[in-house]
């Protein structure tokens, strides 16, 4: 069964730095999401990706953040100098469809900010 | 919000038993789907429900939607310890999706 990949599985960072996490959407799917969940909350949305652009983004979602597609596998999202605070699992997700589809989720990076 | 929001918080049952949870949400959504998530990994999508449909089926799996009352169901019958996990309901509009904040089931043998 297709999956969605991300790498790597945990990364530890310090407070300040960038981090660039990676995903690989299943290869037929057009649509891409970048969701996270901090320890024991719920999991919160921060962009939706389509045609090389951003279609949807949440409030989270500020100047710290960017979303891009390098070349025609990889998906990633860079945090701009790190706060304490974004320590959290970092979803991605893609679909076939923006209506009436389901996501494939990847396994999540565990982001730790020191 | 758009977000659904899931009832009851944690739900403990027996196997073979089964288990219902509840998802109320807010405003107007194309679909709503229903995921699972064992703990410390991803999210699995279970069952889509669309606006304009009322009841779905997949396995044991059962859901419900009723519009007129922005609400949800989710019904796993014969549970089985391998179904303990967090399950989210999730609003769907447009390239929006938004979460619950989960119900944590547990099967006990």
């Known amino acids: 069964e297709p999956e969605v990949t991300q790498t790597p599985s945990h990364q530890v960072t310090q407070m300040g730095q960038e981090v660039i996490l990676r995903c690989v959407p299943i290869?037929?799917?057009?649509?891409f999401y970048w969701y996270r969940q901090i320890l024991g909350q719920k999991v919160e949305f921060l962009v939706s990706f389509y045609n090389n652009e951003i279609s949807e983004k949440s409030e989270i979602f500020d100047d710290q953040f960017s979303v891009e597609r390098p070349d025609g596998s990889n998906f990633t999202l860079k945090i701009r100098s790190t706060k304490l605070e974004d320590s959290a699992m970092y979803f991605c997700?893609?679909?076939?469809?923006?209506?009436?589809?389901?996501?494939?989720f990847g396994s999540g990076t565990r982001l730790t900010v020191v | 919000s758009q977000q659904g929001e899931e009832d009851p918080q944690a739900l403990s049952i027996q196997e073979g038993e089964n288990a219902t949870m509840n998802c109320s949400y807010k405003t107007s959504i194309n679909n709503l789907q229903w995921y699972r998530q064992n703990s410390g990994r991803g999210l699995v999508h279970l069952i889509l429900?669309?606006?304009?449909?009322r009841e779905k089926h997949s396995g044991r799996l059962r859901v419900t939607l009723d519009t007129s009352k922005k609400s949800s169901s989710l019904l796993i019958t014969a549970s089985r310890a391998a179904d303990t996990a967090s399950y989210f309901c999730?609003?769907?509009?447009?390239?929006?999706?938004?979460f619950g904040a989960g119900t944590r089931l547990t099967v006990k043998p």
């Open positions: 999730a609003t769907a509009n447009n390239n929006d999706m938004r």
């Open positions: 290869s037929n799917h057009l649509y």
């Open positions: 997700a893609s679909s076939q469809g923006s209506r009436n589809y389901g996501y494939t």
């Open positions: 429900i669309r606006s304009n449909e």
